[in-house]
């Protein structure tokens, strides 16, 4: 028996969803995507005297490493030769096939891999390392008797020939080991570059020979146990004993090591900001009027963040050739990858140097005044027999020539302004693969920046976008997730927020436009997790929690649960219980209009897979009443859940840099003796209380009568802390139907604040009254 049928094969083949009887249990699903595969009867099972033959060097190693990992759980080494007259699976290479496309031709007698060169015979054999069993990874024996691959014929290939994932080991470094893993489960996916963030603000990640005092100063920094925003700056004599880097010979063993696995390692040297790490060990190339002590960034820096390298200074210029010639010499990759990203100007707009350099190069434009320091040291790469790489920050001057641009604000639109010009770009928009984002309900997840981007956000995103001009997509080379590490303190915590997003991205990146299914993704993606896993890879969960919605409506409250896995169930006690797998199924929203302690969890058959959610409303005179605010806040303010303390959790109401008012509509004139605000504090955030906090009440929703004031001093509003903290009006004995809030802003962050001179947010999460 043989069916055809198309399969997107990214993440491999081993999926749960089957058709084709003559396979049985374990044959091949049917779903939409870009590849043909063809199913025919029975299995090819790896056993002893099974013999691989090879026709050079570069196939004997890549297949050496598939057959060691099979033997170690499997107890057998299948035999390898070079030029085998008939061997039981044989590579042969295709000139005329492309440079990563592969094909796969099973039955239950031979297997034979096409390919036109080592990378296609490489993704070949990730596609077979996924359809045998996930146990092939560990070290636990595995039944001979599953060493086996469906009898079929595939036909692949990748959409992009650029497949990235960007890890920052300045702001946590990734000790080599752990980075090795994350290579290894990277290539698993056929992921094929890798963007080492090497040099930022937070630490100098490696070794320079002829500036020894990179990494004697510029690697490590005080030790802070806040979070990264709240960090406070080193001081000076204080001792920096975070941190650590890469020794050449680590890179050459990292370089090697990806490559071995078709992996490009594209090295970072921030330019011209991001660079306290080296501005602390060589501070002479700062802007001669910068005064401050300059050290090792612990966090965001707060106005040291301003301190970059002196535009008018050639010892800088030079000293970045020299770091740019030892970087040739280690990484073979055709790409450096310069940086460019959010760079201050306020030095170099009172700098001598600065000014100096403007006027002998006619410059008129500060911003043009960055275009000639990247041009100047692009043109250095490009003479090295490189090119250059940066973010779409460079388009806001004039595009050093060649430039590829990295698209990563919002949705990486600013990546367009270079294609325009004719320029290459990779797509990483900020919005949708920084990976830093929160991956699912925030209640359940570590503390990080922003809103969510989720694993259906990742492989819901498409990078062509119908408004593009037809010469954009040409230009176009691919996509790439960024791993970000502020909140890191661990390879955990990055494998946690690296995967499973990244095989969303890897998706994203191999199969075709308009080819998206999003539960065939799931099945696909359950059963390659596995792999990972056995890996020692930690994995997260957050795709089984649920997301919550609690909203007024007539009085009560309305609440709405939801979970991005279609393929599980929802069950919810409302007695404040554990729900099992027997308690009530949720299947459309329900409302209640009394203090209830919601709990739900999502289930697949019977067995519990997401951690439990907890809504514990608690009633009172101002719950589920209408509000009316001035900037749409959508009902939380009555909604009778409290926010967490992740201030973006959709239980806070936020206004920016503004005054607030708010009113809440009781409904009818009622006794009022208490009214309470809840307010939060972040301060890594520039998220404060307010300076004041005025309370009227009113009758007629006309005439208001002022009942309270609450004022909070500076120490109060910016001292460095996570808080929440209600704002009490005690005692008023009046009767009322209306309140309204009018709330201060308190202004900018103050001198020496985590976040000096930002503009500050305030968020206010439950209107209570008794």
Same mark, same amino acid.
């Given at each position: 028996?043989?069916?055809?049928?198309?399969?997107?094969?990214?993440?491999?083949?081993?999926?749960?969803?089957?058709?084709?009887?003559?396979?049985?249990?374990?044959?091949?699903?049917?779903?939409?995507?870009?590849?043909?595969?063809?199913?025919?009867?029975?299995?090819?099972?790896?056993?002893?005297?099974?013999?691989?033959?090879?026709?050079?060097?570069?196939?004997?190693?890549?297949?050496?490493?598939?057959?060691? +990992?099979?033997?170690?759980?499997?107890?057998?080494?299948?035999?390898?030769?070079?030029?085998?007259?008939?061997?039981?699976?044989?590579?042969?290479?295709?000139?005329?096939?492309?440079?990563?496309?592969?094909?796969?031709?099973?039955?239950?007698?031979?297997?034979?891999?096409?390919?036109?060169?080592?990378?296609?015979?490489?993704?070949?054999?990730?596609?077979?390392?996924?359809?045998?069993?996930?146990?092939?990874?560990?070290?636990?024996?595995?039944?001979?008797?599953?060493?086996?691959?469906?009898?079929? @014929?595939?036909?692949?290939?990748?959409?992009?020939?650029?497949?990235?994932?960007?890890?920052?080991?300045?702001?946590?470094?990734?000790?080599?080991?752990?980075?090795?893993?994350?290579i290894e489960a990277a290539s698993i996916l056929?992921?094929?570059?890798?963007?080492?963030?090497?040099? !930022? /603000?937070?630490?100098?990640?490696?070794?320079?020979?002829?500036?020894?005092?990179? @990494?004697?100063?510029?690697?490590?920094?005080?030790?802070?146990?806040?979070?990264?925003?709240?960090?406070?700056?080193?001081?000076?004599?204080?001792?920096?004993?975070?941190?650590?880097?890469?020794?050449?010979? /680590?890179?050459?063993?990292?370089?090697?090591?990806?490559?071995?696995?078709?992996?490009?390692?594209?090295?970072?040297?921030?330019?011209?900001?991001?660079?306290?790490?080296?501005?602390?060990?060589?501070?002479?190339?700062?802007?001669?009027?910068?005064? +401050?002590?300059?050290?090792?960034?612990?966090?965001?820096?707060?106005?040291?963040?301003?301190?970059?390298?002196?535009?008018?200074?050639?010892?800088?210029?030079?000293?970045?050739?020299?770091?740019?010639?030892?970087?040739?010499?280690?990484?073979?990759?055709?790409?450096?990858?310069?940086?460019? /990203?959010?760079?201050?100007?306020?030095?170099?707009?009172?700098?001598?140097?600065?000014?100096?350099?403007?006027?002998?190069?006619?410059?008129?434009?500060?911003?043009?005044?960055?275009?000639?320091?990247?041009?100047?040291?692009?043109?250095?790469?490009?003479?090295?027999? =490189?090119?250059?790489?940066?973010?779409?920050? %460079?388009?806001?001057?004039?595009?050093?020539?060649?430039?590829?641009?990295?698209?990563?604000?919002?949705?990486?639109?600013?990546?367009?302004?270079?294609?325009?010009?004719?320029?290459?770009?990779?797509?990483?928009?900020?919005?949708?693969?920084?990976?830093?984002?929160?991956?699912?309900?925030?209640?359940?997840?570590?503390?990080?920046?922003?809103?969510?981007?989720?694993?259906?956000?990742?492989?819901?995103?498409?990078?062509?976008?119908?408004?593009?001009?037809?010469?954009?997509?040409?230009?176009?080379?691919?996509?790439?997730?960024?791993?970000?590490?502020?909140?890191?303190?661990?390879?955990?915590?990055?494998?946690?927020l690296l995967f499973p997003r990244l095989l969303?991205?890897?998706?994203?990146?191999?199969?075709? =436009?308009?080819?998206?299914?999003?539960?065939?993704? %799931?099945?696909?993606?359950?059963?390659?997790?596995?792999?990972?896993?056995?890996?020692?890879?930690?994995?997260?969960?957050?795709?089984?929690?649920? !997301?919550?919605?609690?909203?007024?409506?007539?009085?009560?409250?309305?609440?709405? %649960?939801?979970?991005?896995?279609?393929?599980?169930?929802?069950?919810?006690?409302?007695?404040?219980?554990?729900?099992?797998?027997?308690?009530? %199924?949720?299947?459309?929203?329900?409302?209640?209009?009394?203090?209830?302690?919601?709990? $739900? $969890?999502?289930?697949?058959?019977?067995?519990?897979?997401?951690?439990?959610?907890?809504?514990?409303?608690?009633?009172?005179?101002?719950?589920?009443?209408?509000?009316?605010?001035?900037n749409g806040s959508a009902g939380v303010l009555?909604?009778?859940?409290?926010?967490?303390?992740?201030?973006?959790?959709?239980?806070?109401?936020?206004?920016?840099?503004?005054?607030? @008012?708010?009113?809440? !509509?009781?409904?009818?004139?009622?006794?009022?003796?208490?009214?309470?605000?809840?307010?939060?504090?972040?301060?890594?955030?520039?998220?404060?209380?307010?300076?004041?906090?005025?309370?009227?009440?009113?009758?007629?929703?006309?005439?208001?009568?002022?009942?309270?004031?609450?004022?909070?001093?500076?120490?109060?509003?910016?001292?460095?802390?996570?808080?929440?903290?209600? $704002?009490?009006?005690?005692?008023?004995?009046?009767?009322?139907?209306?309140?309204?809030?009018?709330?201060?802003?308190?202004?900018?962050?103050?001198?020496?604040?985590?976040?000096?001179?930002?503009?500050?947010?305030?968020?206010?999460?439950?209107?209570?009254?008794?």
């Amino acid at each position: 028996m043989k069916i055809k049928l198309w399969i997107a094969c990214a993440l491999g083949l081993s999926l749960p969803v089957w058709a084709g009887e003559s396979v049985g249990a374990e044959a091949l699903p049917v779903i939409p995507a870009p590849m043909t595969c063809s199913v025919d009867s029975g299995y090819f099972y790896f056993t002893p005297s099974t013999t691989i033959g090879v026709e050079c060097e570069s196939q004997l190693q890549m297949v050496s490493t598939f057959v060691d +990992r099979l033997g170690r759980t499997a107890g057998f080494l299948p035999v390898i030769e070079v030029g085998a007259p008939e061997p039981d699976v044989r590579l042969m290479t295709v000139p005329s096939m492309p440079p990563e496309a592969y094909r796969l031709e099973v039955s239950a007698r031979r297997m034979t891999i096409k390919a036109s060169g080592d990378a296609g015979f490489f993704y070949a054999l990730q596609t077979l390392r996924q359809l045998l069993p996930p146990a092939i990874e560990g070290v636990e024996p595995v039944a001979r008797n599953l060493c086996r691959v469906p009898a079929m @014929t595939i036909d692949d290939a990748p959409r992009f020939g650029y497949r990235g994932l960007m890890i920052d080991v300045s702001r946590y470094f990734m000790p080599k080991k752990d980075l090795l893993q994350i290579i290894e489960a990277a290539s698993i996916l056929k992921i094929n570059k890798l963007h080492l963030h090497l040099v !930022d /603000d937070n630490g100098w990640r490696i070794e320079i020979k002829k500036y020894p005092r990179l @990494t004697q100063v510029g690697a490590w920094r005080v030790k802070r146990d806040e979070l990264f925003p709240n960090r406070r700056n080193q001081e000076r004599g204080e001792e920096a004993t975070e941190g650590g880097y890469y020794t050449q010979d /680590d890179i050459r063993e990292i370089v090697r090591y990806a490559a071995e696995r078709q992996i490009e390692v594209i090295p970072e040297i921030e330019m011209p900001a991001h660079t306290n790490s080296s501005l602390a060990a060589y501070p002479q190339l700062a802007c001669p009027v910068e005064d +401050r002590f300059i050290g090792v960034l612990p966090g965001i820096g707060g106005k040291n963040s301003e301190i970059v390298y002196c535009a008018g200074n050639d010892s800088v210029f030079s000293f970045l050739e020299d770091v740019i010639d030892e970087i040739v010499e280690l990484f073979p990759s055709k790409y450096i990858h310069l940086g460019g /990203d959010e760079a201050s100007k306020v030095n170099w707009a009172r700098c001598p140097l600065c000014q100096a350099r403007m006027k002998a190069e006619h410059i008129d434009h500060i911003e043009e005044l960055q275009s000639y320091f990247m041009t100047r040291m692009c043109d250095y790469v490009r003479s090295k027999g =490189k090119e250059v790489m940066g973010w779409d920050e %460079l388009t806001n001057s004039t595009l050093p020539e060649g430039a590829i641009i990295y698209g990563w604000q919002g949705l990486g639109k600013a990546a367009l302004k270079a294609a325009e010009q004719g320029h290459r770009f990779v797509m990483t928009p900020a919005r949708v693969l920084y990976l830093i984002r929160y991956q699912g309900p925030q209640w359940f997840e570590p503390f990080t920046y922003f809103g969510n981007n989720t694993l259906k956000d990742v492989y819901q995103y498409e990078p062509v976008q119908q408004d593009w001009k037809p010469a954009y997509e040409s230009l176009l080379m691919g996509v790439q997730a960024s791993m970000w590490t502020e909140f890191c303190n661990s390879p955990a915590d990055v494998e946690y927020l690296l995967f499973p997003r990244l095989l969303a991205l890897a998706d994203v990146a191999w199969t075709q =436009k308009g080819t998206k299914d999003w539960p065939g993704f %799931l099945a696909r993606l359950d059963r390659v997790l596995p792999h990972l896993e056995a890996l020692g890879v930690t994995c997260a969960r957050s795709m089984y929690n649920i !997301d919550h919605r609690v909203t007024p409506e007539k009085k009560r409250l309305r609440v709405d %649960l939801s979970c991005i896995r279609p393929d599980v169930e929802i069950r919810y006690t409302c007695d404040g219980t554990e729900p099992v797998a027997t308690s009530p %199924l949720y299947e459309k929203p329900f409302t209640v209009d009394a203090s209830t302690c919601v709990r $739900a $969890a999502t289930f697949a058959q019977g067995v519990q897979m997401g951690k439990t959610l907890t809504l514990d409303m608690q009633w009172n005179l101002a719950t589920g009443k209408r509000e009316i605010a001035n900037n749409g806040s959508a009902g939380v303010l009555t909604n009778g859940v409290r926010g967490s303390l992740r201030h973006t959790d959709s239980e806070w109401v936020g206004w920016y840099d503004q005054d607030a @008012t708010f009113v809440i !509509d009781l409904g009818k004139k009622t006794p009022v003796s208490e009214v309470t605000l809840g307010c939060i504090t972040n301060s890594g955030m520039a998220v404060h209380k307010p300076a004041v906090i005025r309370l009227s009440l009113s009758n007629d929703k006309k005439n208001y009568r002022p009942v309270g004031e609450i004022r909070y001093s500076r120490e109060e509003i910016f001292e460095n802390r996570m808080a929440i903290e209600d $704002a009490r009006f005690n005692n008023l004995g009046v009767k009322a139907r209306y309140l309204k809030f009018e709330v201060v802003n308190p202004g900018l962050c103050p001198a020496g604040d985590v976040r000096e001179g930002q503009k500050v947010w305030m968020y206010f999460d439950e209107v209570m009254v008794q």
